[in-house]
């Protein structure tokens, strides 16, 4: 894979990991000094472009101090394993929730390849490497590493996925948001800016969890998020309103869609519906073939994710 990153100033760079295509998804090497961490990897095909970063800005496998993932899911921590491998001094920084399946990573290959199929999973993470427990830091709420006296600290951040923490660094004042804070795609900017979109999940969707997350970041006041999909972004205050307003919204198409077969068709056709419609609101000018194209593998996902949660809702309504 060929490197492409961005340099961000402050000792951070974002990495395009190539995932299904350019933009889409990226992963950050922070460097403070002669030291260094990885937050989120992208997939296990990721591994040689941030290693030519590393030699780029004058550093040694040897001198990755973490690697972190904010959460298990394989464009997030694919490529840890073959990471870990590469920089022998580094250790996994992980959620308790999500240790077992980076250090024994069976049951997320299968599930992931429940998802997406295993052609499809072949192509796209390759071969998952467990990471050794040895290894492995279990980070708690508020955990802190440090780069030099640079502090990261680990903020437990449920609604996308249980097992999901966001990265604090003091020194950006910037929060590196795995998923929590949303997507922006660059396509998607207009005159008016970034355009946000919540990525539910296919197992976790928590709409009050989540609302309580962007509370909890948002009252650290930070300047900047750093998204894995895709880079970073400004006024944080403004995303977190727009998202707050989409979680209650995605709960609203999803109970809005009747019950039976066709239940989850119903809801991805709410969502596309009510994104075309928002992002004619942010001014973009994209045609439907294109909005399709650039989110309808994140439709997908979300209404897979609502039919979950409406089914885990209905469950614990009838108990």
């Keep these: 894979m060929k490197l492409s990153y961005q340099d961000l100033g402050q000792g951070i760079c974002c990495i395009d990991t190539f995932y299904y295509r350019p933009n889409l998804d990226g ?22 472009a941030v290693l030519e970063l590393l030699e780029k800005r004058g550093l040694e496998p040897e001198q990755v101090k973490y690697i972190i993932p904010t959460h298990v899911h394989l464009d997030h921590a694919g490529g840890t394993g073959q990471l870990m491998q590469a920089c022998p001094n580094a250790q996994m920084v992980i959620h308790p929730r999500g240790a077992q399946h980076m250090n024994h990573p069976e049951k997320i290959i299968a599930g992931t390849i429940a998802v997406y199929g295993e052609a499809a999973f072949e192509k ?9 427990e040895q290894r492995t830091i279990v980070a708690a709420d508020n955990h802190e590493v440090s780069l030099n006296g640079r502090i990261l600290r680990c903020i437990h951040t449920e609604g996308h996925a249980r097992h999901h923490f966001c990265v604090w660094d003091e020194k950006s004042r910037g929060l590196f948001t795995g998923d929590t804070f949303g997507i922006s795609y660059r396509e998607l900017d207009t005159e ?12 976790d969707f928590d709409p009050e969890a989540w609302h309580d997350s962007l509370y909890r970041l948002v009252a650290l006041d930070p300047k900047q998020l750093f998204l894995t999909h ?6 944080p205050r403004d995303r977190a309103r727009v998202l707050h307003r989409e979680i209650d919204d995605y709960a609203a198409i999803a109970l809005a869609a009747p019950r039976g077969e066709q239940r989850e068709q119903q809801i991805r056709e709410g969502l596309f519906r009510y994104y075309v419609e928002k992002l004619r609101e942010h ?4 045609g439907e073939s294109r909005i399709e194209q650039i989110l309808g593998m994140d439709i997908n996902l979300c ?4 039919e979950v949660w409406l089914k885990r ?3 614990q309504q009838s108990v």
């Design 27 to 48: 992963c950050y090497l922070v460097q403070e000094g002669d030291q260094a961490a990885l937050i989120d990897t992208g997939t296990s095909y990721v591994a040689p």
């Design 313 to 315: 809702r209905e469950k």
């Design 283 to 286: 001014g973009s000018t994209l």
């Design 303 to 306: 209404a897979q994710g609502l």
């Design 192 to 203: 008016k800016g970034p355009f946000m979109f919540l990525p539910s999940t296919p197992i």
């Design 230 to 235: 895709f880079c970073r972004i400004d006024r």
């Design 124 to 132: 796209l993470y390759g071969e998952i490497l467990p990471v050794p």
